[in-house]
């Protein structure tokens, strides 16, 4: 079955300065791959999500960009972090409607 | 619009009452998955239905078609089961999941 693996699990960050999530798929190929963000006290918002290399699609309009280099890598990035950027980042990864996630990061941008 | 809710969003109840939560989807699916997030945030995947029921131990998740509904049900609770429920489906012909709000179930002593 497929393994996520999603690091770091926690990170602190001063405002502006960048990020980089990384999320790294095992055990399938060519799965879609998706970037999701729970604020404090929220539901899941889809970010971006991925059906191939190369190939991202953005689902609201934010300073995070994600890119997929490889075909089981998903990064999401930031060039300068806001405030509002806090919260839970989370990557998953579906396949034939098999789905399976990542442990998550927390990002607190202070 | 493909949308999901859940209900209720918040659920307090004494240790060993049998927890129902529920979810509703507004059009046809391929899966339906329901997820448990603790409070330190990671997910755990419970099941994933595309028809019928399943049983893990305490937890059985149901689903109806055509009534497009599910259900999570938790028999003999525990405190350690309080966590955030949560519904997300895979609509047909779409190529996101789709989250509902989440359930916070609370499980006293």
């Known amino acids: 079955s497929q393994t996520i693996h999603q690091w770091p699990a926690t990170l602190v960050q001063p405002v502006g300065s960048p990020l980089s999530l990384e999320c790294t798929v095992e055990?399938?190929?060519?799965?879609?791959l998706y970037w999701y963000r729970q604020a404090a006290g929220r539901g899941l918002q889809l970010l971006f999500y991925s059906v191939g290399i190369g190939q991202i699609s953005s689902e609201v309009p934010q300073n995070l960009s994600a890119s997929r280099p490889q075909d089981r890598q998903f990064i999401l990035s930031s060039k300068k972090l806001l405030l509002s950027d806090s919260g839970f980042y989370l990557c998953?990864?579906?396949?034939?409607?098999?789905?399976?996630f990542g442990q998550g990061t927390r990002l607190t941008v202070v | 619009k493909n949308e999901v809710e859940q209900s209720p969003q918040n659920l307090t109840a004494q240790e060993g009452e049998f927890i129902t939560i529920n979810c509703s989807y507004s059009v046809g699916i391929s899966a339906l998955h329901w997820l448990q997030q603790h409070p330190g945030g990671g997910i755990v995947s419970l099941f994933m239905l595309s028809s019928g029921k399943k049983k893990h131990g305490r937890l059985i998740a149901t689903i109806n078609i055509q009534e497009k509904h599910s259900s999570l049900h938790i028999t003999a609770s525990h405190p350690r089961d309080s966590a955030v429920y949560i519904c997300?489906?895979?609509?047909?012909?779409?190529?996101?999941?789709?989250f509902g709000q989440g359930t916070r179930l609370t499980i006293n002593p």
């Open positions: 997300a489906v895979m609509f047909q012909g779409a190529q996101k999941l789709v």
């Open positions: 055990g399938t190929s060519n799965p879609n």
């Open positions: 998953a990864s579906e396949r034939n409607t098999e789905a399976f």
